[in-house]
């Protein structure tokens, strides 16, 4: 294990940091662009695949740089838990007009899981 953390670590440590950010900037518009087009292409099923595959910083950012009403509806079909998940991360405005945009039930199950969070 130690090992295999330190092989994880050594590809991640760069001589100029700039760089680094540059290509993790790079690849976060490569996933909001292939999430947007799909979703612009009305694929809104392939639009959610390829956002759920996305590690969670990069599912953020996608949700806080797309159009809101492209965030609602792509945030309709994720699981609540995922939802939830993401809920606490995202911009107050964005996760309001997320939740908002739920429907009824999936907003209901939303409240639950925060309110089980928020307590423990």
Known sequence: MTTLMSKALSTLKHTRPAAFWQEVDAAV?????????????GDFGTARLRFLRLAE?????????IAEKDATR???GL??????RLYD???RER???IAQALPDGKRQGLV????????G
Do not use: C
């Not at 910083?57 to 740089?65: A, G, N, T």
């Open 29 to 41: 518009d490569h996933d909001l662009s292939e999430v947007s087009h799909a979703m612009n292409n």
């Open 57 to 65: 910083q990069s599912q953020i950012r996608v949700l806080e740089r």
């Open 74 to 76: 792509l945030a309709g």
């Open 79 to 84: 699981p609540t838990y995922t939802v939830a």
């Open 89 to 91: 991360h995202l911009s």
């Open 95 to 97: 996760a309001r007009a």
């Open 112 to 119: 639950v899981i925060l309110n089980h969070r928020r307590r």
